[in-house]
Every structure is written in structure tokens, then in C-alpha cells.
């Protein structure tokens, strides 16, 4: 069964400095990674996706995620976050059919 | 263009009692999938919907049940309410594809009591 890690649940950071989000997938056929934020009451957003092509994939807000087969890898990079980057980040595995697992989420916490 | 919205955005419910909650997807999406998201957890996979038949179901009792309507709106109907349904249920929809990205709306804050 397809299974998503993110391995640390919380991440602090200071403003201006440079922050990554790891996260690890289960080996499969069809490989596509996403990654969504969740702000407070609030429902998910795409930040980026991996669906083929180029390893390094840009989103939106300044952050960029690596894909890497060999290591089942799928990081998420900002190098300077803000104090409005503080939210809960969720990545996410889906295959042919668009369900997605999703890993159980990193908070990332900007201090001033 | 409006996104995906949900309502209502809370709800207290009592054990045993039933629910429905609903979701219009973005226009120009055709698949709609419900996700419940427990407190401090990720989104799981409940079920998807298209062309008003459940495609695709996550480990989910019967208790859950869903509909999608010939506009492609859906509910999620949940039964006999236990404690440990309370959670956020989001709705999200896409195309049917498998690299089309889901579009959440921001959820319905469902209580048991």
C-alpha cells in the first residue's frame, strides 16, 4: 500500500531563515507528489507538484520541492520564510486514479 | 470563479444521530472526493465520485455514504454518529485524471456529542 512520511511534526524556524520540510514515499508505478498548506480553519492548498520531467519543481509563495527516485524523496525548500509562512504542511502521494495519501503533516512555526 | 464550497462550515451533532454534508465543486471539475481530517492528522481518503457512481472507496465503514448530483455537487452522509467522527470533513474536486491536482474547499467542522 502506498504510504507517505513526513518525518518531523513540527519545525521551528526563525523569520528570514532558510527552512526544509522532509518527506518519503512508498515506491510505486505512477508517482505523483504534491505538496498542499493548511492554514488555521482553513482547507488545503496546492503549493507544488511532481508530475514528470525536471526533479526540481517551483510553486507558488517562494517554495520549491527536489524529487528523488532513489532516496523516495520529495523535500520542501524556502530559502527565507516569513512569519506568514507559519502553517501546517501536508505532502501527498496519488497515483493513476487522483486518491491521495497523505502524510500527517509538519508544522512549520516562523518565530520573529 | 468560484472554488470549492462546503456547507454547512460547522455542525454539532449527538451520537447515534445522522448527518449530511455538502459540497459544490470548482466549475469545470467533474470528480468530487471527501477526505475526513482528524484532529492533528492528515486528510484521509473517504470516497470519489463521478459521474455520479463511487469510483474509488478509502477503509471507511458503511456508515459513510455519499451522492453525487447530474451537476457534479455530492454530499457525505454519515450514519449512526459515533464520538470518533468528529473531524473535518473536506470536499475536494478535480478532473478525473490521475495528475490533476484536487482543490479543497475549507471544510465542515462536524462535533459529536
Known amino acids: 500500500a502506498q504510504s507517505v512520511t513526513q518525518l518531523d511534526s513540527q519545525v521551528p524556524v526563525f523569520e528570514e531563515a532558510p527552512v526544509e520540510l522532509r518527506c518519503n514515499y512508498s515506491?510505486?508505478?505512477?508517482?505523483?507528489l504534491f505538496w498542499y498548506v493548511q492554514y488555521p480553519n482553513q482547507g488545503l492548498q496546492l503549493l507544488l507538484k511532481?508530475?514528470?520531467?525536471?526533479?526540481l519543481v517551483k510553486g507558488i509563495n517562494g517554495f520549491e520541492a527536489e524529487f528523488n527516485k532513489s532516496q523516495t524523496s520529495f523535500h520542501l525548500r524556502k530559502p527565507s520564510v516569513h512569519i506568514s509562512d507559519t502553517a501546517e504542511y501536508f505532502c501527498?502521494?496519488?497515483?493513476?486514479?487522483?486518491?491521495?495519501?497523505f502524510g500527517t503533516g509538519t508544522l512549520l512555526a516562523v518565530q520573529p | 470563479d468560484a472554488g470549492v464550497t462546503q456547507s454547512p462550515t460547522h455542525l454539532i451533532k449527538t451520537r447515534g444521530q445522522q448527518v449530511t454534508l455538502r459540497c459544490s465543486p470548482k466549475?469545470?471539475?467533474?470528480?468530487v472526493s471527501w477526505y475526513q481530517q482528524a484532529l492533528g492528522q492528515g486528510p484521509q481518503f473517504i470516497f470519489q465520485?463521478?459521474?455520479?457512481?463511487?469510483?474509488q472507496r478509502g477503509n471507511f465503514p458503511d456508515r459513510f455514504s455519499g451522492h453525487q448530483f447530474p451537476n457534479y455537487s455530492s454530499e457525505l452522509n454519515v450514519n449512526a454518529l459515533l464520538l470518533g467522527d468528529s473531524a473535518l470533513y473536506l470536499c475536494?474536486?478535480?478532473?478525473?485524471?490521475?495528475?490533476?491536482?484536487?482543490?479543497f474547499g475549507n471544510g465542515t467542522r462536524l462535533t459529536v456529542t
Open positions: 475536494a474536486s478535480s478532473l478525473l485524471r490521475g495528475h490533476s491536482p484536487l482543490h
Open positions: 515506491s510505486s508505478v505512477s508517482v505523483y
Open positions: 511532481y508530475l514528470s520531467g525536471s526533479t
Open positions: 501527498a502521494h496519488g497515483g493513476a486514479t487522483n486518491k491521495l495519501i
Open positions: 466549475s469545470g471539475h467533474d470528480t
Open positions: 465520485y463521478y459521474e455520479e457512481e463511487e469510483r
